[in-house]
């Protein structure tokens, strides 16, 4: 537009014969209008430009020429000009070919004084319709992939990869999914920092730091939880790559998913795989974890597995039916739970034999005191409504130290046969391991193979 510019201001004080000489010779399109809006005077460009003749621009006013959505401005502006009150203007207007097509040209107009001293306009022309239709046809593009990108079930950003620059771009998804409006997201930095939840920004952040460092371009995943506006916790899941531009400018890409029904299903069915569906106390399964996650502790192996089994249960199942069974076994539970510490583990073994893991305990009478207090609260009496009478149970219990097994299955064993001891020796009694328990259970299995008949 700058040579253009220096041309209007030639032809303001070029003598007559060189003005129609710079007019013909000039590379863009060149029209004199006068008061009447009639082009009196045009070059060869202009009139290839347009497909008019020198004598029909002569004869029409240029609003025949101009497209109808144009035509206010343009008038607008020429009126001003012819008037005085502006030297000059620029537009990007539509023009109607002779042939009917549309032509899109950047005019320029500059007043000049006729040998009378009127007032007329001369105007430069360039045929910028290629331009337009580009241009067209970057914006329709754009705004397909916008109506695309904002179609996607997940927040799409892009921006500078240092996280406490805001995104320059983020899709309207992210009011969905986080509750931030994505223009106010745009314009506040340090916000993605701010809203990253605390257990987890160490850890993303190193992996953020450790990936632009590396310089890599492929992508990268992270899972992670952050807060919603309105307090609400969501996770995500962001993948993203980093790129460079010809400038050396680094950009960040990358896809927000709302994984949050995702983590709870997992977790729900974590939850399933290793605990008891009725007392949502820890299954066998996780109780052998746990115990094996403490005997490969070193050094010491500190700890303890009470093993216990509710007397007379069978007594209430078969008289009082499965759910009053069921209830009792759900308020056994529930008292074994309350008896412990956070780091202890209570479990359901199976049936009505439960057991319990007691963290850090030194030694035997520390886990005694403990098996104790268990027993005491279920010997109190269970209401398991309906009407029903209060019943009256207690439990069995046996304790092992963890250095009574060198396995899981070998502690629960030990155990297991303190229980037993504890059976034997009447109703609601505490027994400790004794290695002379398993020698004996194995003497009475000896005897057994002997004494069957052949």
């Given at each position: 537009?700058?040579?253009?510019?220096?041309?209007?201001?030639?032809?303001?004080?070029?003598?007559?014969?060189?003005?129609?000489?710079?007019?013909?010779?000039?590379?863009?399109?060149?029209?004199?209008?006068?008061?009447?809006?009639?082009?009196?005077?045009?070059?060869?460009?202009?009139?290839?430009?347009?497909?008019?003749?020198?004598?029909?621009?002569?004869?029409?006013?240029?609003?025949?020429?101009?497209?109808?959505?144009?035509?206010?401005?343009?008038?607008?502006?020429?009126?001003?000009?012819?008037?005085?009150?502006?030297?000059?203007?620029?537009?990007?207007?539509?023009?109607?070919?002779?042939?009917?097509?549309?032509?899109?040209?950047?005019?320029?107009?500059?007043?000049?004084?006729?040998?009378?001293?009127?007032?007329?306009?001369?105007?430069l022309l360039q045929d910028v319709t290629e331009e337009k239709r580009l241009q067209a046809e970057l914006e329709a593009a754009e705004a397909s992939y916008r109506h695309m990108v904002e179609q996607v079930p997940a927040v799409v950003y892009a921006g500078d990869p240092d996280p406490g620059v805001p995104s320059a771009y983020v899709s309207p998804r992210l009011e969905q999914v986080l509750g931030y409006d994505p223009e106010e997201w745009s314009a506040t930095p340090g916000l993605w920092l701010q809203q990253l939840h605390a257990s987890d920004r160490d850890a993303v952040l190193a992996s953020c730091d450790a990936h632009l460092r590396s310089g890599s371009t492929e992508p990268l995943t992270l899972t992670y939880r952050m807060h919603r506006r309105d307090g609400g916790v969501v996770w995500l899941r962001d993948q993203f790559s980093v790129s460079t531009d010809e400038q050396g400018r680094r950009l960040q890409r990358g896809v927000l998913v709302d994984v949050t029904r995702e983590k709870q299903l997992e977790e729900e069915l974590e939850h399933q795989a290793f605990h008891d569906p009725l007392t949502q106390l820890a299954n066998l399964r996780l109780f052998r974890i746990r115990i094996d996650d403490r005997l490969r502790r070193r050094p010491p192996r500190s700890g303890a597995v009470l093993f216990l089994d509710l007397d007379d249960f069978k007594t209430v199942n078969d008289s009082l039916g499965h759910g009053a069974g069921d209830r009792l076994l759900q308020e056994a539970a529930r008292r074994i739970r309350a008896c412990l510490r956070p780091a202890d583990t209570a479990g359901r073994l199976g049936g009505d034999e439960f057991a319990v893991l007691i963290d850090e305990v030194d030694d035997l009478e520390q886990a005694l005191r403990i098996a104790e207090r268990v027993r005491a609260r279920l010997t109190e009496p269970y209401d398991l409504g309906e009407e029903m009478e209060e019943v009256g149970t207690g439990a069995s219990i046996g304790a092992a130290m963890l250095t009574d097994g060198d396995t899981p299955d070998a502690v629960l064993r030990a155990a297991d046969l303190a229980m037993y001891a504890a059976k034997d020796a009447g109703k609601s009694q505490v027994r400790s391991y004794e290695p002379q328990m398993l020698t004996a259970v194995l003497q009475q299995l000896a005897h057994r193979r002997t004494t069957l008949p052949r």
């Amino acid at each position: 537009m700058s040579d253009v510019t220096a041309l209007a201001s030639a032809f303001a004080d070029a003598p007559h014969a060189l003005l129609a000489r710079i007019i013909a010779l000039a590379p863009i399109g060149v029209g004199i209008v006068d008061g009447q809006r009639r082009t009196v005077l045009t070059n060869d460009v202009l009139r290839r430009m347009l497909g008019y003749s020198e004598e029909e621009f002569a004869e029409l006013p240029f609003e025949v020429f101009t497209h109808p959505d144009d035509i206010a401005r343009n008038d607008e502006l020429f009126s001003a000009l012819m008037a005085g009150e502006i030297d000059r203007f620029d537009l990007d207007k539509r023009f109607f070919h002779r042939d009917g097509h549309v032509v899109w040209g950047r005019l320029l107009v500059a007043s000049m004084q006729d040998d009378a001293g009127g007032h007329l306009a001369i105007g430069l022309l360039q045929d910028v319709t290629e331009e337009k239709r580009l241009q067209a046809e970057l914006e329709a593009a754009e705004a397909s992939y916008r109506h695309m990108v904002e179609q996607v079930p997940a927040v799409v950003y892009a921006g500078d990869p240092d996280p406490g620059v805001p995104s320059a771009y983020v899709s309207p998804r992210l009011e969905q999914v986080l509750g931030y409006d994505p223009e106010e997201w745009s314009a506040t930095p340090g916000l993605w920092l701010q809203q990253l939840h605390a257990s987890d920004r160490d850890a993303v952040l190193a992996s953020c730091d450790a990936h632009l460092r590396s310089g890599s371009t492929e992508p990268l995943t992270l899972t992670y939880r952050m807060h919603r506006r309105d307090g609400g916790v969501v996770w995500l899941r962001d993948q993203f790559s980093v790129s460079t531009d010809e400038q050396g400018r680094r950009l960040q890409r990358g896809v927000l998913v709302d994984v949050t029904r995702e983590k709870q299903l997992e977790e729900e069915l974590e939850h399933q795989a290793f605990h008891d569906p009725l007392t949502q106390l820890a299954n066998l399964r996780l109780f052998r974890i746990r115990i094996d996650d403490r005997l490969r502790r070193r050094p010491p192996r500190s700890g303890a597995v009470l093993f216990l089994d509710l007397d007379d249960f069978k007594t209430v199942n078969d008289s009082l039916g499965h759910g009053a069974g069921d209830r009792l076994l759900q308020e056994a539970a529930r008292r074994i739970r309350a008896c412990l510490r956070p780091a202890d583990t209570a479990g359901r073994l199976g049936g009505d034999e439960f057991a319990v893991l007691i963290d850090e305990v030194d030694d035997l009478e520390q886990a005694l005191r403990i098996a104790e207090r268990v027993r005491a609260r279920l010997t109190e009496p269970y209401d398991l409504g309906e009407e029903m009478e209060e019943v009256g149970t207690g439990a069995s219990i046996g304790a092992a130290m963890l250095t009574d097994g060198d396995t899981p299955d070998a502690v629960l064993r030990a155990a297991d046969l303190a229980m037993y001891a504890a059976k034997d020796a009447g109703k609601s009694q505490v027994r400790s391991y004794e290695p002379q328990m398993l020698t004996a259970v194995l003497q009475q299995l000896a005897h057994r193979r002997t004494t069957l008949p052949r």
